[in-house]
């Protein structure tokens, strides 16, 4: 008991992180798996047992939208982790000043908010004055409707999240490569290790577990893209860009029906939980720096 109390001041400081944990964390989840279990009506919220997945697993609008939010995440976690290791590997050898300078300079794009990047970059696919077709225009080339044509849609949409999303990997890898303790590099230089060499075969074993951070947090992230959908593409066209996130925003803020939304939720996330768990098991190592 007297130990409990020694560390009274330590609870109550994480009382109030606890509380809204709890409240805004924990109560929201719990809430949308019970609603995944119900249908609304103008009389309140009537109990359907599992009727929301058997129409959800019956729907091909919802393995459609699963299938382009996975090539989404796929495409955007891998290139943006080589770009970002690139990018870590080209500033490493510079000074701290330099590599201050590019690390402000590659993070500064992700400090602002993704509605605004968004709307920019719908500025800059416009295909009557957006920069991309005046460049093309330049060259006499045909202009290309970057958001308005199917096939090429979700491509521009991933371009964007590249070119903006990957400041703070950058920051955390460029870090890592920091605490890469140098006897190693001398030694391998020493016996005639060329920068290839010494990439592949001690920086990014030493960068493992960094590596099995960003790739489990990035992936997580990709699943839950919405915004930049919402307000590029709105889904489309013809449904290209209509990932799982938008696709629960549609069926609960426009076809209110939030049993259907909430259940598609639920689903997401036990999705993402099992990737995540594969990927850090699958990644994770007992290596320390």
């Keep these: 008991m007297s130990r409990f109390r020694t560390y009274i001041p330590a609870y109550l400081f994480l009382l109030p992180s606890c509380l809204l944990f709890f409240c805004f964390m ?5 809430k949308g798996v019970q609603l995944s279990f119900q249908k609304w009506t103008v009389a309140g919220y009537e109990w359907v047992g599992l009727a929301n997945y058997q129409k959800i697993f019956a729907d091909p609008s919802f393995w459609k939208s699963l299938y382009i939010t ?3 995440a796929l495409v955007t976690v891998l290139l943006g982790l080589f770009i970002s290791l690139l990018a870590a590997f080209l500033i490493d050898p510079l000074s701290s000043k330099v590599q201050g300078f590019f690390k402000a300079a590659f993070y500064l794009p992700s400090v602002a908010p993704i509605v605004i ?5 719908g500025w800059l696919y416009n295909p009557s004055f ?3 077709n005046y460049i093309l225009d330049k060259f006499h080339l045909e202009p290309v409707l970057w958001l308005g044509d199917p096939n090429i849609a979700l491509i521009s949409i991933m371009i964007m999240t590249l070119a903006v999303g990957q400041g703070p990997n950058i920051l955390i890898l460029a870090a890592s490569l920091g605490g890469v303790p140098k006897d190693y590099q001398e030694a391998a230089r020493m016996d005639g290790a060329n ?7 001690i920086k990014i074993p030493m960068l493992k577990p960094t590596l099995t951070y960003l790739v489990v947090v990035n992936t997580v992230g990709s699943f839950q893209v919405f915004a930049p959908i919402y307000l590029m593409t709105s889904g489309g066209p013809n449904g290209s860009t209509k990932t799982i996130g938008y696709l629960i925003y549609e069926n609960a803020f426009k ?3 939030f049993g259907v939304a909430s259940a598609q939720a639920v689903i997401l996330l036990i999705l993402v939980m099992i990737i995540a768990v594969i990927q850090f ?3 994770s190592s007992d290596l320390e720096y």
Excluded: H
């Excluded at 924990?26 to 719990?30: C, G, K, R, T, Y």
């Excluded at 920068?195 to 075969?201: A, F, G, R, S, W």
């Design 117 to 121: 990047v968004s709307i920019l970059w």
């Design 255 to 257: 076809k209110f029906d």
């Design 26 to 30: 924990f109560l929201p989840i719990f």
């Design 130 to 132: 957006g920069i991309f």
């Design 195 to 201: 920068l290839i060499q010494e990439i592949v075969y």
């Design 70 to 72: 996975g090539v989404y």
């Design 281 to 283: 098991r699958s990644m």
